[in-house]
């Protein structure tokens, strides 16, 4: 006993011998080997009411943040939150930030969140097409502030940049999609067929920037708000995306956006609705990922009174709900006011304890889905 022990022993000098000295080089590493192994790409998905907030934070520690939520008095709540997604992933700043579009959801929370991390990289997609005139003062009294204490960039469809292992690409912007396919994808989109355009928007929504992320075999979509025409020009003839693991559903999980062009033809495991209490989350929308093929699991940032419990998941895959909860969820969907009408209460509201959906990814594809609100967690194996 006592001669085999010694050998487990020598055996296990010799081969921490041989690692330290091993291909890696330097006895640092196979330790940094092994890290590199475990850790992740960790995606925050964060509660900003409706909004848009959604961190990105590479093994390297790189972060990329897509929107800051919303303008007014939301503005401190939501860079409060944002700040304690900040925190969790131990980040001293925000190396990029991309501002999608300029709808008050999405740039909202910019300055505050400004002044309390530096922002080393401010990303949108050029001029403005709408007018509005918060807008307007933002981006000519505030932004330009913002963004001469770092760099400014205006995203161009086929842009790409790395964070360390994951790659980011900018696959529409300004209403331009990209015109070559990412690695790997390209191939006809059977979904072009029956996908017809709807009226054309002229608004802020379809100049979206648009980001794909690869990181080994696991694939990420955000594509901000953009809607159905530009969904279409993106995915026809050819699916220029392919496959995707994990899927920020676009606009809220509205049904303006999300066509079965692209929902279906993604073929996303994974869509996380970046819905509101009561944006987003709509029949429509929710019918068409509910029937997208090999889709695993929906998970939701908010229960929604749009989707009622008939259009909706089961509540442990929910991250929020309501500061005074109601006793249930209708079974039946709200029905919005018709044109007219007069106008529906307002929706209920979420100022307190508000919880992440958080998604760590792997290198070799298989990815864990945690709701923070209740610790529910799945994972996805590699496939
Ligand atoms: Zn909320
Ligand atoms: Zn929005």
Not at 202 to 223: C, I, K, P, T
Not at 248 to 272: E, F, T
Not at 314 to 337: H, Q, V
Request: aromatic content about 8%; charged content about 15%.
């Amino acid at each position: 006993m006592k001669v085999s022990l010694r050998m487990v022993r020598l055996s296990a000098v010799a081969v921490a011998l041989l690692l330290t000295l091993g291909p890696e080089g330097g006895h640092y590493g196979t330790a940094a080997a092994q890290d590199r192994a475990a850790r992740a790409l960790d995606v925050y998905v964060i509660d900003v009411e409706g909004g848009n907030a959604t961190l990105f934070v590479s093994p390297s520690r790189e972060s990329l943040l897509i929107d800051t939520g919303n303008v007014g008095p939301g503005a401190i709540r939501d860079a409060d939150r944002i700040m304690a997604a900040v925190k969790d992933a131990g980040l001293t700043q925000i190396d990029h930030l991309i501002t999608t579009h300029y709808h008050a959801d999405h740039f909202g929370a910019m300055a505050e969140l400004a002044g309390r991390i530096p922002v080393r990289e401010f990303i949108d997609h050029g001029v403005s097409v709408e007018k509005n005139a918060t807008t307007d003062a933002f981006l000519q009294n505030v932004y330009p502030g913002l963004y001469a204490k770092g760099r400014h960039t205006i995203a161009q469809p086929g842009q790409r940049f790395s964070m360390g292992d994951v790659d980011v690409r900018i696959v529409a912007s300004a209403g331009k999609p990209v015109s070559a396919a990412v690695p790997g994808a390209g191939r006809p989109n059977p979904y072009c067929v029956s996908t017809k355009p709807v009226e054309p928007d002229a608004g802020e929504n379809a100049q979206s920037v648009a980001s794909h992320f690869s990181f080994g075999r696991f694939r990420a979509l955000h594509l901000g708000d953009l809607t159905w025409n530009k969904e279409i020009e993106l995915m026809c003839p050819a699916n220029r995306l392919g496959d995707i693991d994990l899927f920020v559903v676009s606009h809220h999980g509205q049904a303006s956006s999300n066509s079965p062009v692209l929902v279906h033809a993604i073929h996303p495991r994974v869509a996380v609705v970046n819905n509101g209490p009561r944006k987003g989350g709509q029949p429509d929308a929710m019918k068409v990922l509910f029937s997208a093929p090999r889709l695993e699991t929906i998970w939701q940032l908010h229960f929604s009174q749009w989707s009622g419990q008939e259009y909706t998941v089961p509540g442990m895959l929910i991250a929020n709900g309501f500061d005074e909860p109601a006793p249930a969820m209708p079974i039946a969907p709200m029905t919005p006011p018709a044109r007219g009408a007069p106008a529906a209460p307002p929706p209920p509201v979420h100022n307190g304890q508000a919880y992440w959906i958080k998604i760590s990814a792997r290198q070799d594809g298989s990815f864990t889905v945690t709701n923070t609100r209740n610790a529910f967690s799945k994972t996805y194996a590699v496939r």
